[in-house]
């Protein structure tokens, strides 16, 4: 992989880790019906600025953050990969200790700080979680192992099967081509899932990226006229703006639409911006943080939220301000805490984030 392109991966991955982090920074909440299926609040109807400002960014423009995580992982993870038995199992040991070390721990650690938060009475009363110190055997493994209490991990769940996985994705891949592909990514469009776990959008986007390593295909190399950035950056504004005044619908073919439009404008973009972005030295020495505030924000994110609208209370005034500052403090402090431990215990930071 030449130096441009590892360049712009490392700089992307950071916009996308904060694109990430405001995702989980959308402050409305759903009510649940008594059939367990989820119905919009009153407060969606009467904030009607707030809504259209945190749906906009949170489930329409940052939406693209997650795919492209994975092409990029799929990319990777076959880059100079022939395919022998001695290769998948070099990768794949490789990857425990990348993965599966820093999922368990960081599962475990969302585990401790939400049971914990658990004997704080105002974050007891608004949560729908049961109380962890009455788990079960079977609790305590789902919450870890399949269904994550820290609720990103979900990403590094999926790839770690995928990893698993890995000779079937490399010979389907090898000898199908962008057939398998394309089959999930209808079955994505449609909002049908193969599987619980991986997800669908994984399964596509991940072979996406391993399609593009295998088959050494230089896509991610390619640039493109600004005409033709300009014009679909614009294209998926509109369609993005479109999704929001319907009502965001993750199922939604629009949605869907809004996100492949989405990967091709802000890969591109980067190209357009390259000299300008590469001009902020603090972008490039921020990216090594990007791992850590991901598995670091989300159990933080939730009891500042809490705590934020336990002060202020809940009105679309402090809903907005409330989705700008929360997320803002918590990427700050990831990075300071980041800092610190790779400063202090370098040995620690480097075991709970696999070496990284």
């Known amino acids: 992989m030449n130096k441009y392109l590892s360049e712009k991966i490392n700089i992307i991955s950071l916009f996308l880790i904060i694109m990430v982090v405001w995702i989980h920074g959308f402050t409305f909440e759903y009510g649940i019906a008594s059939d367990g299926s989820f119905y919009k609040t009153q407060q969606w109807f009467d904030w009607k600025i707030s809504l259209f400002v945190q749906s906009f960014f949170s489930q329409g423009i940052n939406r693209i953050a997650v795919p492209m995580f994975f092409i990029i992982s799929g990319y ?15 990768k794949i040991k490789k990857r425990f200790h990348s993965l599966v070390v820093p999922f368990i721990f960081w599962a475990l650690f969302g585990v401790v ?34 269904h994550p209490i820290s609720g990103q991990l979900w990403f590094l769940r999926d790839l770690i099967v995928m990893v698993f996985f890995c000779p079937i994705f490399y010979y389907a891949i090898k000898y199908m081509k962008i057939l398998p592909t394309l089959c999930f990514f209808i079955l994505w469009l449609l909002g049908k899932d193969v599987f619980d776990i991986p997800r669908n959008e994984a399964i596509v986007f991940f072979s996406f990226g391993a399609y593009l390593s295998i088959h050494h295909k230089n896509y991610l190399l390619k640039t493109f006229n600004k005409k033709i950035i300009l014009i679909i950056t614009f294209l998926w504004i509109i369609i993005v703006g479109t999704q929001t005044i319907l009502g965001y619908d993750k199922d939604s073919l629009l949605c869907k639409i809004g996100i492949v439009v989405g990967l091709f404008a802000f890969w591109t973009l980067y190209d357009l911006c390259q000299k300008k972005i590469l001009s902020i030295k603090l972008l490039k020495t921020l990216s090594c943080y990007t791992f850590f505030i991901y598995v670091f924000h989300f159990p933080l994110l939730l009891f500042l939220f809490k705590t934020m609208f336990h002060l202020f209370g809940k009105t679309e005034t402090s809903s907005l301000i409330i989705y700008f500052l929360c997320p803002t403090i918590i990427i700050f402090v990831s990075i300071c805490v980041a800092y610190l431990l790779k400063k202090l215990m370098p040995k620690v930071y480097s075991f709970i984030l696999g070496g990284r």
């Open 113 to 146: 700080i939400v049971f914990l938060l658990q004997f704080v009475p105002s974050f007891k009363q608004s949560s729908s979680r049961s109380l962890i110190i009455n788990y079960s055997l079977f609790d305590f493994f789902d919450s870890i192992a399949l």
């Open 76 to 90: 990777l993870f076959f880059l100079k990969f022939n395919g022998t038995k001695q290769e998948f199992i070099y």
